[in-house]
């Protein structure tokens, strides 16, 4: 299910503020919380897209997004940035449902490594949550889902490419741009797009 079919069925209160955009109420750090705290065997990206349930996209988006900030090895933004990719292509195509690639739908990570991840996530989506709230969400039905996967598909790419700190601002203009699709707050989501512009002529500057 894309991020917009939760928004459907919610009908017209959705524009409001303080309406849920989807059906799970949790934020997306408690999800990670939650999912880390009971992990008893190795957590798969399927496992994943299923803690996040009808904001997949826009959850998944987000939390590749994040591991692009985490800091690791030189080189590691290729790995973590195609899926980054993967993810916002299938938002263009209006796909129902996220499709990942065998080599990573079965990849696992051990509950203490996942454990030791979310230590390093949920910080990061806390911060964001901060500022997030259901207002001002620009686009109807499915519009906006096509629409920013076009952007974050540019903002992948500049992930991808093995470049020093080409990929900070980008993967943090990604982030923002995710958790407000999964929680439709147009102000959140147009300052992730003002960043995500920058980082891309600071990209195309060097």
Do not use: Y
Not at 139 to 162: E, I
């Amino acid at each position: 299910m894309t991020a917009t079919d939760a928004n459907e069925k919610l009908g017209p209160e959705n524009t409001m503020e303080g309406v849920q955009a989807d059906n799970d109420p949790r934020p997306l750090s408690q999800v990670f919380r939650d999912l880390s705290h009971s992990a008893t065997a190795p957590v798969s990206f399927t496992e994943l897209e299923d803690a996040f349930t009808d904001r997949s996209f826009a959850a998944l988006l987000t939390f590749f997004a994040i591991l692009n900030l985490l800091p690791l090895p030189p080189g590691t933004g290729i790995v973590t940035g195609i899926p980054l990719v993967l993810v916002s292509v299938q938002m263009v195509m209006g796909r129902d449902s996220v499709w990942l690639p065998a080599f990573l739908r079965t990849k696992s990570i051990s509950p203490e490594r996942f454990r030791q991840v979310s230590d390093k996530v949920v910080p990061w989506l806390q911060w964001l949550e901060r500022f997030i709230k259901p207002r001002n969400w620009p686009f109807g039905r499915k519009q906006g889902d096509r629409w920013l996967g076009a952007f974050t598909t540019v903002l992948g790419m500049s992930v991808v490419l093995p470049m020093p700190l080409s990929n900070w601002l980008p993967a943090l203009a990604t982030a923002i741009v995710g958790i407000a699709l999964c929680e439709r707050d147009g102000r959140v989501l147009f300052a992730g797009l003002a960043l995500g512009v920058d980082s891309i002529a600071i990209g195309a500057g060097c």
